[in-house]
């Protein structure tokens, strides 16, 4: 089993930034893909970005390139996700995930975390 607990979501103006992280514990996190998916109201979950092992292969949702990069530490047991020039459209619950195969699939991933809300006003 992995535990993944996000903190980091907040309310913030439209151009702003944020920094989403995600802790994980219990198996060997080096082991695993890493993923930040989102859900807004009425809406199914989404890909945002995803990291391998490594850190070498990482793959973006188009909605969000150019304006979210995502990290991890393996020494800290931790994926972040840096969220700049955010838009009111960028609303939703962030999850993050995890999964022994990298990829943007919400199906292939067994392990996801409680979410964080972030909420970007106009």
């Known amino acids: 089993q992995v535990q993944l607990v996000e903190s980091g979501g907040g309310l913030v103006q439209a151009g702003g930034s944020l920094r989403l992280s995600c802790a994980a514990s219990?198996?060997?996190?080096?082991?695993?893909?890493m993923g930040w998916f989102r859900q807004a109201p009425g809406k199914e979950r989404e890909f945002v970005a995803a990291?391998?092992?490594?850190?070498?292969?990482?793959n973006y949702a188009d909605s969000v390139k150019g304006r979210f990069t995502i990290s991890r530490d393996n020494a800290k047991n931790t994926v972040y996700l840096q969220m700049n020039s955010l838009k009111p459209e960028d609303t939703a619950v962030y999850y993050c995930?995890?999964?022994?195969?990298?990829?943007?699939?919400?199906?292939?991933?067994?392990?996801w975390g409680q979410g964080t809300q972030v909420t970007v006003s106009s």
């Open positions: 995930a995890a999964d022994a195969l990298f990829g943007s699939n919400r199906e292939k991933y067994d392990y």
């Open positions: 990291v391998n092992w490594s850190g070498l292969r990482i």
């Open positions: 219990g198996r060997t996190f080096s082991n695993y893909a």
